[in-house]
């Protein structure tokens, strides 16, 4: 069995949900060296995620940044853990409930994605900055 591991430094994107499966893809050259295997994306932050959804429609991650909103508010009086911005603890409960990384099997030296699915980075903060991620392939 072999191992890679890379850390990958992703650009400050705006509040929302971005597909970043191409810039893994290009940063990560080792998944190409598999037959079949697992490869796991982590990020290295508490709030921002990571999620597996749909690559075709770009309303959709529109109505994921909806919903998450909508199911996580800013400025509720309940946040003590406010000294932040409005958007931080938001950003983290959203960041807590879809997860800091995602899993996706390698087949013939690519990642085997479904049709239609793509890897998120969940930016949940207005100016999170730059995000690193912790991509490691095993396999053979």
Not at 13 to 20: A, M, N, Q, V
Not at 48 to 59: G, I, Q, R, V, Y
Not at 81 to 98: C, F, R, S, T, V
């Amino acid at each position: 069995m072999k191992i890679h591991q890379q850390q990958i430094r992703l650009k400050e994107r705006t509040r929302g949900f971005h597909l970043i499966t191409f810039e893994i893809e290009e940063s990560f050259h080792a998944i190409s060296e598999f037959n079949k295997g697992i490869c796991h994306v982590f990020i290295q932050h508490t709030s921002a995620s990571l999620a597996l959804n749909e690559d075709a429609d770009p309303t959709v991650r529109k109505d994921f940044e909806h919903f998450f909103n909508k199911m996580v508010p800013e400025n509720d009086p309940g946040y003590v853990h406010n000294y932040e911005g409005a958007d931080d603890m938001p950003a983290h409960l959203k960041a807590a409930i879809l997860g800091s990384s995602v899993t996706i099997p390698i087949q013939n030296g690519r990642l085997a994605l479904g049709t239609w699915q793509g890897i998120y980075l969940c930016e949940h903060r207005n100016h999170g900055g730059a995000r690193n991620i912790m991509v490691t392939a095993m396999g053979e």
